[in-house]
């Protein structure tokens, strides 16, 4: 199973996508633990947790290949698995760097509930409650919006003012990775869910909706675990060339 040597057809662009995912997951992860003699040692921790988050998704994209090659299913266990690890890693990425303008623990844990809540909400609406699939994807909506909240508006965003201009700016880009970047997952589940957006469907063979469900996942993983990571990087990249 983890070694699947089954042949990608050319139209199976899940398998594809899942293939370069992992491909670009462990790139990426190699360069964030290569890249970690090279910045500041304040901004080491943060870039390491890049490399976790990639590495975390590398080892689950590998696996998701496979099992989605082998059965023909959506992995939505280990999907999940994945989210439920590397979500929080990011949310401790927002804690970093806000850290030295005074992030409390409490934000950290505000954070994470929330990602924890929306995650499970998710989770539930695609499996056991599936014929609740709109009550869930609302409860994880909300849990998402507060998230939001909390970057664009909240305390995330008030303590990256006080931070300098370099930690103000890279918040400014992660919450606009967090606004846009992140509302491909909740367009995802609504075209992989009966009834997914306030009982409208809109793709009704269910093999097509879980086709263009783990598509979405895939390209908002790239998207949002590799550009999360590099935003962090270049913070800390631009405090070494001064
Ligand atoms: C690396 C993985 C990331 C950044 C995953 C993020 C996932 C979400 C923002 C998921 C959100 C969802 C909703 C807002 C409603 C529908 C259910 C979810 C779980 C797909």
Redesign the pocket.
């Given at each position: 199973m983890l070694l699947s040597t089954v042949a990608i057809a050319q139209d199976n662009y899940v398998a594809f996508t899942f293939f370069i995912g992992t491909m670009a997951m462990m790139a990426a992860s190699v360069f964030f633990f290569f890249e970690l003699n090279n910045v500041p040692q304040k901004w080491r921790t943060s870039v390491l947790v890049s490399g976790l988050?990639t590495f975390i998704?590398a080892v689950h994209y590998y696996y998701m290949r496979s099992y989605n090659l082998e059965t023909g299913d959506s992995p939505t266990f280990f999907r999940y698995v994945?989210?439920i690890l590397?979500?929080p890693l990011?949310c401790v990425e927002f804690y970093l760097i806000t850290k030295k303008a005074g992030a409390k623990a409490s934000l950290l844990w505000k954070l994470i509930f929330a990602s924890v809540i929306?995650?499970v909400?998710?989770?539930f609406?695609?499996t056991v409650y599936r014929a609740d699939s709109v009550l869930?994807?609302v409860i994880?909506?909300a849990?998402?919006f507060y998230i939001a909240y909390l970057i664009w508006f909240g305390e995330v965003a008030s303590l990256a003012q006080t931070a300098g201009p370099s930690v103000a700016k890279a918040t400014r880009i992660l919450a606009w990775f967090v606004l846009v970047?992140?509302?491909i997952?909740?367009l995802?589940?609504?075209l992989g869910t009966p009834g997914g957006l306030f009982g409208t469907t809109f793709v009704t063979d269910p093999k097509e909706a879980a086709v263009a469900m783990d598509i979405a996942?895939n390209i908002?993983?790239a998207i949002?675990?590799i550009g999360?990571g590099l935003v962090i990087y270049t913070l800390a990249k631009s405090e070494s060339d001064k």
């Open positions: 988050i998704a994945d989210w590397t979500v990011m929306m995650l909400a998710g989770y609406g695609e869930w994807g994880s909506g849990a998402y970047g992140w509302a997952y909740p995802g589940y609504i996942y908002a993983d949002n675990k999360f």
